[in-house]
T-cell receptor, first 114, second 113 residues
Framework: SAVISQKPSRDICQRGTSLTIQCQVD?????MFWYRQQPGQSLTLIAT?????????ESGFVIDKFPISRPNLTFSTLTVSNMSPEDSSIYLC???????????FGPGTRLTVL | QKEVEQDPGPLSVPEGAIVSLNCTYS??????FMWYRQYSRKGPELLMY????GNKEDGRFTAQVDKSSKYISLFIRDSQPSDSATYLC?????????????FGRGTSLIVHP
């Protein structure tokens, strides 16, 4: 298993500002993922972040809006840029464990945009 | 039609009841099936993981996969108030060695004393 922490755990932001969410893992992992979870909805994958390469974004998500960094094998950041109330959601990072086909999730960041 | 369908509930049961949670799916390529439990204000935690069809048991939890019907279930025996949470099914078809599951929207379970 992996222990994952996220910062901040929650935030309330003003429209038009940006927020950077940090994800720290207690072991080196190749694959890290960023998800969005809106109330009553399933987890939606935003992007896959692999160390040493550009993040791969899913349909409907773009780098200008959700820039991602992956400087090493234990850390990643997701920035939510130029926020609007529609960005209010829970943002989750997760890691894939090689050979197990499973993912472990962080506790999430609850974002409210006013 | 969504790839994975899951009734959001809520499902309310008395303590000690047997709970049945279900998902249906449309993609016949799915081979890996998972159940996650998510408590309020927490991230999802992996509960059960099965490959292909069949049953898997872990304590009070049993996961069942019927690929012919494209239907998976999670049974909870002797349910406890501490089982109150949202249960998400997830499934994947390994593609090129990567693992990106498709999640259901989750079923909210309430076990009352």
């Amino acid at each position: 298993s992996a222990v994952i922490s996220q910062k901040p755990s929650r935030d309330i932001c003003q429209r038009g500002t940006s927020l950077t969410i940090q994800c720290q893992v207690d072991s080196q992992v190749t694959m890290m993922f960023w998800y969005r979870q809106q109330p009553g909805q399933s987890l939606t994958l935003i992007a896959t972040a692999n160390q040493g390469s550009e993040a791969t974004y899913e349909s409907g998500f773009v780098i200008d809006k959700f820039p991602i960094s992956r400087p090493n094998l234990t850390f990643s950041t997701l920035t939510v840029s130029n926020m609007s109330p529609e960005d209010s959601s829970i943002y989750l990072c997760s890691v894939g464990i090689a050979g197990t086909d499973t993912q472990y999730f962080g506790p999430g960041t609850r974002l409210t945009v006013l | 039609q969504k790839e994975v369908e899951q009734d959001p509930g809520p499902l309310s049961v008395p303590e000690g009841a047997i709970v049945s949670l279900n998902c249906t799916y449309s993609n016949s390529a799915f081979q890996y099936f998972m159940w996650y439990r998510q408590y309020s204000r927490k991230g999802p935690e992996l509960l059960m993981y099965t490959y292909s069809s069949g049953n898997k048991e872990d304590g009070r939890f049993t996961a069942q996969v019927d690929k012919s019907s494209k239907y998976i279930s999670l049974f909870i025996r002797d349910s406890q108030p501490s089982d109150s949470a949202t249960y998400l099914c997830a499934m994947s078809a390994r593609s090129g060695g990567s693992y990106i599951p498709t999640f259901g929207r989750g079923t909210s379970l309430i076990v009352h004393p």
